[in-house]
């Protein structure tokens, strides 16, 4: 369980194989423990690092987010202390929204883009009222009542039937986020930019990968990236939410592991 100092941080994070660097945003609530599956996967020649962001899981600062490039800075700096000139960046949901920042604003650092359960818009006037009053809620009361009304959300009905320990697993991982860290990001991902305008500009490859019963990010979202991206490839993946790298892992490191070694010639 490696843990590393750079700037205001200490970054928590893991890590598995060796090779070309593929950095795993995790989304809110949640911490590096969402990459698990992917961590214990098989992607010869490429090393996988998840890193938790400012102020969740086991990462700590005594310094809140000042905005949403906040978290896309500290990648870069995480990047830097560990002297990884370039990478592949992949993210869910706010993990996503936080690639799409890195891969705008540092194109020249990344190879290759994924977004995966995640949307490019900003939120409609009724999400981002709903976001503040969320933050206002987990400062008062933490996450534990939202996390047990979120999670029929957050995984499709099969996977909470078939298979409750995930649904429990995660429960669990969304209880336990630091109250105030969840609470900022949601302020500031509330405030973060459109980056619709900026996807046509995008030149990287890029995997779009999308639960096909995501409550919260539906396939239109996805489809809506894939038109402005030109080079990319939208993976929908059945009997799966808001969390397919959970709930399908078997098909989503399939997805990964064929668009990885699409990179391997470029990198």
């Known amino acids: 369980m490696p843990q590393i100092s750079t700037h205001d941080l200490s970054i928590h994070y893991e890590e598995s194989g060796k090779g070309i660097p593929v950095i795993l945003v995790h989304g809110h609530p949640f911490d590096a423990s969402m990459w698990s599956p992917q961590l214990a996967g098989s992607f010869p020649g490429f090393r996988l690092l998840a890193p938790e962001i400012r ?11 000042q905005n949403f490039a906040t978290y896309a800075q500290d990648i870069l700096h995480f990047a830097d202390a560990l002297a990884l000139e370039k990478f592949v960046i992949i993210g869910l949901s706010m993990g996503g929204q936080i690639a799409l920042e890195v891969a705008t604003s540092a194109p020249e650092r990344v190879l290759g883009l994924g977004l995966a359960d995640t949307f490019a818009q900003l939120d409609t006037p009724e999400k981002k009222a709903w976001r503040y009053t969320l933050a206002d809620r987990i400062d008062s009361e ?12 957050m995984l499709c009905p099969r996977t909470i039937a078939d298979n409750p320990r995930l649904a429990s697993e995660v429960l669990s991982m969304m209880q336990r986020c630091p109250i105030h860290g969840a609470a900022v990001a949601l302020r500031v991902r509330a405030e973060r930019k459109d980056y619709v305008p900026l996807l046509p500009s995008l ?22 990236m894939k038109q402005s991206i030109r080079n990319s490839m939208l993976i929908i993946v059945e009997d799966a939410g808001h969390m397919p790298n959970m709930e399908r892992p078997i098909e989503f490191n399939h997805a990964l592991r064929d668009f990885l070694l699409s990179l391997g010639t470029i990198a």
């Open 55 to 65: 102020n969740f899981g086991r990462t700590t600062s005594s310094s809140d987010a």
């Open 142 to 153: 933490g996450p534990q009542k939202y996390a047990v009304e979120v999670i029929p959300k």
């Open 203 to 224: 030149n990287l490859p890029t995997l779009i990968v999308v639960g096909a019963e995501d409550a919260f990010t539906p396939v239109s979202d996805a489809e809506l």
